[in-house]
Every structure is written in C-alpha cells, then in structure tokens.
Nanobody
Framework: QVQLVESGGGLVQTGGSLRLSCAAS????????MGWFRQAPGKERRFIGA????????YYTDSVKGRFTISRDNAKNTVYLQMDSLKPDDTAVYYC?????????????????WGQGTQVTVSS
C-alpha cells in the first residue's frame, strides 16, 4: 500500500509555471507506475501523463505535451509535475496516482492509490 500527498498548487498567471510534487509513503515506490490526472469543475477526472517505474519513460496527453514534464526521484519517493506555459484551461484540481500495472494506463480505474489533490488556478 502507498499513501500519496500532493503539494505545490496555487494561483499563477497565464504563461507562468508551477511544479507539483507528490510524496509517497512506503518502501515500494519504485514498484509503481505514477500518473497525474486533473479534474476541472463539472468535468470528469482526466489523464495528463504518466511515468514508468524507473523514470526512463514518460507519456503525455496531447493537450499538455511540450508544456508539462513528469519526473520522479525514487530515492526520495517523489514524483513531480513541472507545468510551463500555463493556460486558463489548465485550471483544475491535480491528482497523482499509483498503479501496479505493468504498462502505463490512462484509465482512472487502473490506479489503486490517489492523493488528495492540489488546486491549480491559472488567471487570464
């Protein structure tokens, strides 16, 4: 089992940057593919991207590709989401999640563990 705690959200202007962190408890952090999702008001929670267990591979949805970067530090049990060139449409609650799946997945149902979420608001 793993517990996840996100941090780093806040208010930023259009074009700005934020870095979210997701700290995991437990000794088996490197056993999980880590995903990032976001949920805007009145909308479903949607996949943003994921990172492989070793950190060697990353995957992004088209809407954030080239602007967002996922990384992880297995020694620190932490995964990061660097967000650049932020737009008002990026406003949402951001969640990190962990899955024991062998390949990355975009489905929320495949992720067994979730953080509490952190609010990101991008002003125009």
């Amino acid at each position: 089992q793993v517990q996840l705690v996100e941090s780093g959200g806040g208010l930023v202007q259009t074009g700005g940057s934020l870095r979210l962190s997701c700290a995991a408890s437990g000794r088996t952090f490197s056993s999980y593919i880590m995903g990032w999702f976001r949920q805007a008001p009145g909308k479903e929670r949607r996949f943003i991207g994921a990172i492989s267990k070793s950190g060697s591979d990353t995957y992004y949805t088209d809407s954030v590709k080239g602007r967002f970067t996922i990384s992880r530090d297995n020694a620190k049990n932490t995964v990061y989401l660097q967000m650049d060139s932020l737009k008002p449409d990026d406003t949402a609650v951001y969640y990190c999640a962990a899955t024991v799946a062998s390949l990355y997945t975009t489905s929320t149902a495949s992720y067994a563990y979730w953080g509490q979420g952190t609010q990101v608001t991008v002003s125009s």
